[in-house]
């Protein structure tokens, strides 16, 4: 069975960093992309990054330059998200999907999400 878990959420106050991680576990065929996004309180969730497995990664407007995602290098299952500079308006709760093609088909398989909370 597929599982995917986030981690690394927390409190920060605005100007700080976290890094969130995202881990893939079980069977799963060939990882095609790794997006992230984020679901404020009573807004609908939004996009934020989308990595591909050359490490190349793009961004939502609001977090280029401050969010950095990347693959582990020792490990093609994990991915993280370096953000920088945080806002009060990145407060939300950050989701991993991963995109795997098993048996013609792409499945997407997500994560329970991590909360981050921007806040003085």
């Known amino acids: 069975q597929v599982q995917v878990v986030e981690s690394g959420g927390g409190l920060v106050q605005p100007g700080g960093s976290l890094r969130l991680s995202c881990g893939v576990s079980?069977?799963?065929?060939?990882?095609?992309?790794i997006r992230w996004y984020r679901q404020a309180p009573g807004k609908e969730r939004e996009w934020v990054a989308t990595t591909t497995t050359d490490n190349t990664t793009n961004y939502e407007d609001s977090v280029k330059a401050r969010f950095i995602a990347s693959i582990d290098n020792n490990n093609e299952r994990r991915l993280y998200l370096q953000m920088h500079s945080l806002k009060p308006e990145d407060t939300a709760v950050y989701f991993c999907?991963?995109?795997?093609?098993?048996?013609?088909?792409?499945?997407?398989?997500w994560g329970q999400g991590t909360q981050v909370t921007v806040s003085s």
């Open positions: 999907d991963w995109a795997i093609y098993m048996g013609d088909i792409t499945y997407d398989y």
């Open positions: 079980g069977t799963i065929g060939k990882i095609m992309a």
